[in-house]
Nanobody, 116 residues
Framework: QVQLVESGGGLVQPGGSLRLSCQAS????????MAWHRQVPGQQRELVAT?????????PDSDSVKGRFTASRDDAANTIYLQMDNLKTEDTGVYYC????????WGPGTQVTVSS
């Protein structure tokens, strides 16, 4: 069974940066397009970014994250990343990774808290 483990979250002040990682127990190329999601208490999980096998990225809420979030991947490490710069309080939440077009078991997520 595929396992996904997110890490890299933490408490950061507005304007700060974090780099999230998501390591898969299998080849991420075999998974296909991968995605980062964010969940805030009381709300549904929302899609933040996707990255294809070719490395093409897509940010659904581009106005909110444009120029601040960058998804990337390291196939050799079976890991995808989310570089988050100039963080805002509204970026707070638990971040998860998963396949974009498959339902894999969700990992534990990593908490990101942006607060002064």
């Amino acid at each position: 069974q595929v396992q996904l483990v997110e890490s890299g979250g933490g408490l950061v002040q507005p304007g700060g940066s974090l780099r999230l990682s998501c390591q898969a127990s299998v080849s991420i190329r075999s998974i296909g397009t991968m995605a980062w999601h964010r969940q805030v208490p009381g709300q549904q999980r929302e899609l933040v970014a996707t990255i294809t096998v070719a490395g093409t990225t897509y940010y659904p809420d581009s106005d909110s994250v444009k120029g601040r979030f960058t998804a990337s991947r390291d196939d050799a490490a079976n890991t995808i990343y989310l570089q988050m710069d100039n963080l805002k309080t509204e970026d707070t939440g638990v971040y998860y990774c998963n396949a974009r077009w498959r339902d894999l078991p969700w990992g534990p997520g990593t908490q990101v808290t942006v607060s002064s």
